[in-house]
């Protein structure tokens, strides 16, 4: 396979500016500090030195950071990413082009100290500890502290609240740092990496990851946190996980402000003590100013029957909106610690944002995601006196605590034909000790504001909107389609009626399952992100009780469908549907610690529960979209990690239940790797990291892998006695050939990784093999026979194979392969045929608890109809 050699030249041809647009289609009032956003190009546009300028649709420049994220086998660049400021001009529409950005004119800098470093915006200085208690010691604007001491908080209790314990002992945990690392640091953006560990006493554990965004000319700090659950789940019940900071008050207690977005944009205005709704009036002037939240005239100028009795107007210092489930929240204050809470106002689903200060500036704090994410709280403390403290609760103490335990007992499944057994009935892959949720994690966006004064209830309002949907810069599909990333897929194309009616399909299958998330209220702090795998129909319910068929955990690959259904409609409701599947899949659904590390967990009804862990569910193309589309670097260490995942083999032998003859002994030289759904999925994170210019080991394991397996008599269906290198990615096997063939095989990312591989290489032997392999499958048995000596049995999922079929059409340049195709898809074998009802209907009154939409549609058939289509559009779509 022939790559660039370190030595050739890189010859760049350039290419045409690229058109951006919000993903929300309008300009946003606010930003989350700045944006950042991911572009594409085709091999040869630019060296990764190139510089890049940004203009407004009326032609002005706009200060932007840049920087390559991914590279083509060439040197040139594949991947950029951008970074603006929120002081940045705001235009619908942007256009980005090879050329010298515009000069930032208050640069974010970043100050190393011996202990310590500062991060300046030009607005803010904040201060990040390098050891210690505390992520950030302060953040001041100007002369003022804004906030200090902002630190991790955790409780864990011994005992659940559901066993009927009459002694519960509680242990409060602080995060400890054990390093910070500046990974950017300006013009534009300054990232900062905070690691560590939650502490107390001699126990450390919880571990941590934290990374604050700081943009230039910005007050804001986006914040991204991650920990890892490490603890015992039978003995280890976390009440309590949340980021807290202290803030100084200022002014009388009349000019203490307190806000609270709700929901439609609604907001809370108070003070710490209101002088509105007094039996005597203060004056309009004073009343509409502290309801404004500016500071209000001199008292002396008040009516004196109230300032006499300002003592006697009671100071609520301590407020809390908890949102404990995705249907209510409730807002509650007391004057102080040992009175009683008095209800404030509820409502159903508050945006998560929080505000305490004085007309001489505030913190602001909130959390996307705010109300799926629950139990979650936004709670001030201390307000009417001379430190405030602020958390965010990403698990409410008031939810009372995480049960982490597996559901049931086992019910007798102690040894693999018993586990077997219980396959048969409830599709649960059950063996005990492996329901284990040690090393899976759970990440929380947030964002705070150092603000100079109470914000308005506009702004404030517009900042609730910021947070609670970040805004997102993003290019078309045409122009990603154009730059040949992620394989084969086109955008959506209604120009003649047959392509419309599968158009018409793929966008229906869409909104079902994404509207069934809201209609089942699939939300909460471990579920958010996923879908139910299989649908009961007697109950009219999804089967989230049944084994197998409860969470999807990215079965057959559901994440790939719908990032391919974003590509192509570059749809926002379409993105952020699988955005929020990609941060649970890829942090609740696989491990990142322990003995599982870099493996996932088969769909169950809990995330964590199924006994088999493969590395077809860690699969790193469920996550390198998102990675390379927005830059994210949380989702960028997940494919790192994910590099080394092919020694958990040495740990954990997928086919030990039917393993027959001697016991499992690891051997790093000869590994039970699967040449097809293991490989493909080993190879999807080996690509990610050959493409990030990483660890070399993974390009060599990439090209090593495909080449060996190439080179086994029948390729990938090679049967027989095939055993893996862990040192360099070869596979050996039998020289004389042999059959056999997965239903499995290809429907976890083969097929679009070996597009990928094949495009970026020039291996003939290679590209001979797997399209063999593709034009195969659906092959008649004879043709199979004619070829690998034996024919492939009666194989499974031919409509999810049909993409295959017409992948070796569309290499082959064969009409009569591309017409096979579509008759396959149309055939729908083991999907949805072409006269299949796509439609949904209402189900309501006493057949379900709720009304809903029910329709003939699962997650797994979706996914395999929506990547077949797509896939048959891209390659054969002229045949149609």
């Known amino acids: 396979m022939r790559t660039q050699s370190a030595s050739a030249p890189l010859r760049a041809e350039g290419h045409d500016p690229v058109t951006l647009h919000w993903l929300e289609k309008e300009a946003p009032a606010e930003l989350t500090g700045g944006a950042t956003w991911g572009v594409p190009w085709p091999a040869g546009s630019f060296k990764p030195d190139q510089d890049f300028s940004l203009t407004t649709a009326s032609g002005k420049q706009v200060p932007v950071q840049s920087w390559p994220t991914g590279w083509w086998p060439d040197g040139s660049v594949k991947w950029t990413a951008h970074a603006i400021s929120s002081t940045a001009e705001r235009s619908d529409t942007y256009t ?153 008050m200022r002014g009388e207690l009349h000019d203490r402000h307190i806000r609270f977005a709700g929901q439609d944009k609604g907001v809370l205005s108070e003070a710490v003590r209101g002088i509105t709704g007094l039996r005597r009036d203060p004056g309009a002037s004073v009343r509409t100013a502290q309801h404004e939240g500016k500071a209000t005239p001199a008292t002396s100028t008040w009516d004196s029957r109230v300032t006499s009795r300002l003592q006697y107007i009671p100071a609520f210092g301590d407020y809390s909106l908890s949102q404990l489930n995705a249907h209510g929240f409730e807002l509650r204050k007391r004057t102080k610690l040992g009175r009683s809470w008095i209800r404030v106002d509820g409502g159903k689903r508050a945006e998560g944002l929080a505000y305490v200060g004085s007309p001489s500036g505030g913190f602001a704090f909130g959390m996307r995601n705010f109300w799926q994410l629950h139990p979650t709280e936004l709670q001030i403390e201390g307000a009417a006196s001379e430190e405030a403290q602020t958390t965010v609760w990403m698990w409410s103490p008031r939810a009372g605590a995480m049960d982490l335990r597996f559901y049931h007992d086992g019910m007798g499944q102690d040894t693999y034909p018993e586990q077997l057994e219980g396959l048969e009935i409830t599709y649960e892959d059950y063996e005990p000790g492996f329901g284990t949720p040690y090393g899976v994690a759970r990440t929380t966006e947030m964002t705070f504001w150092a603000l100079g004064a109470t914000p308005t209830a506009e702004r404030f309002s517009q900042l609730a909107a910021a947070n609670a949907t970040p805004p997102q810069l993003v290019g078309s599909p045409e122009h990603h389609h154009s730059a040949k990333v992620f394989g084969s897929w086109s955008p959506v194309d209604r120009s003649v009626p047959a392509k419309a009616k599968f158009e018409d399909r793929l966008q229906a299958m869409h909104d079902y399952h994404r509207g069934q998330v809201d209609q089942r209220s699939w939300y909460g702090f471990w579920d958010y992100g996923d879908i139910m795998h299989s649908y009961d129909g007697d109950r009219h319910t999804w089967s989230y009780d049944v084994g197998g068929y409860a969470w999807d955990n990215s079965e057959l690959s559901t994440d790939l469908w719908l990032w391919y259904h974003y590509l192509r409609t570059g749809d926002a409701e379409a993105f952020r549907f699988v955005e929020a599947m990609c941060r649970h899949t890829s942090e609740v659904d696989m491990y990142h610690i322990g003995k599982y590390q870099g493996l996932g967990t088969r769909h169950g009804v809990m995330h964590w529960g199924d006994s088999a862990k493969q590395v077809r569910i860690s699969n790193a193309g469920y996550k390198r979209f998102y990675y390379f589309l927005t830059g994210d670097e949380r989702v960028g260490d997940i494919l790192h990690e994910l590099v080394d995942a092919d020694r958990s083999f040495l740990v954990l032998d997928p086919g030990r239940k039917l393993r027959e003859g001697d016991p499992f002994e690891p051997d790093p030289k000869a590994m039970p790797v699967g040449t097809t759904t293991d490989w493909g999925s080993l190879a999807m994170a080996w690509l990610a990291e050959w493409e990030r210019n990483g660890n070399p080991i993974a390009k060599k394991k990439l090209l090593n892998g495909a080449q060996s397996i190439a080179a086994l008599p029948n390729g990938w269906v090679q049967s027989g006695d095939i055993t893996y290198n862990l040192a360099d990615g070869k596979f050996t096997g039998p020289s004389e050939p042999s059959v056999y063939v997965g239903s499995l095989s290809s429907v976890f990312g083969l097929v679009e990784v070996m597009t990928e591989v094949v495009a970026l290489t020039d291996d003939e032997t290679v590209k001979k093999q797997w399209v063999t392999f593709c034009r195969l499958y659906n092959a008649t048995k004879a043709e199979q026979k004619e070829v690998t000596g034996s024919d492939w049995g009666n194989l499974n999922l031919r409509q999810a194979y049909a993409r295959a079929t017409a992948y070796a059409a569309s290499q082959l340049d064969d009409t009569t392969l591309a017409k096979r195709a579509w008759q396959e898809l149309r055939t729908g074998h083991a999907g949805y045929p072409d006269d299949h009802d796509f439609s949904a209907h209402r189900i309501e009154g006493p057949d379900a608890l709720n009304p809903v939409d029910e329709a003939s549609l699962s997650a797994n058939a979706s996914a395999q109809f929506g990547l077949a289509t797509i896939q048959c559009l891209a390659l054969v779509g002229d045949e149609i």
């Open 96 to 248: 980005l082009a090879a050329g010298e950005s515009a000069q930032q004119t208050s640069a974010v800098t970043v100050h190393t100290g011996r202990d310590q470093y500062t991060v300046s915006t030009g607005v803010i200085d904040v201060v990040f500890p390098r050891k210690g208690d505390r992520l950030i010691s302060s953040i001041r604007r100007g002369d003022t502290v804004i906030a200090k001491d902002g630190r991790l908080v955790a409780s864990r209790q011994d005992r659940p609240d559901t066993d009927g314990a009459t002694v519960i002992k509680t242990e409060p945990f602080t995060g400890f740092v054990s390093s910070v690392k500046v990974e950017q640091e300006g013009p534009v953006r300054a990232v900062v990496k905070v690691e560590g560990k939650h502490q107390k006493g001699r126990r450390a554990w919880l571990p941590f990851t934290v990374r604050f965004y700081l943009y230039a000319g910005s007050d804001a700090i986006r914040t991204v946190h991650t920990f890892v659950f490490d603890g015992n789940e039978n003995k280890d019940f976390l009440n309590g996980l949340g980021i807290r900071f202290t803030v100084p």
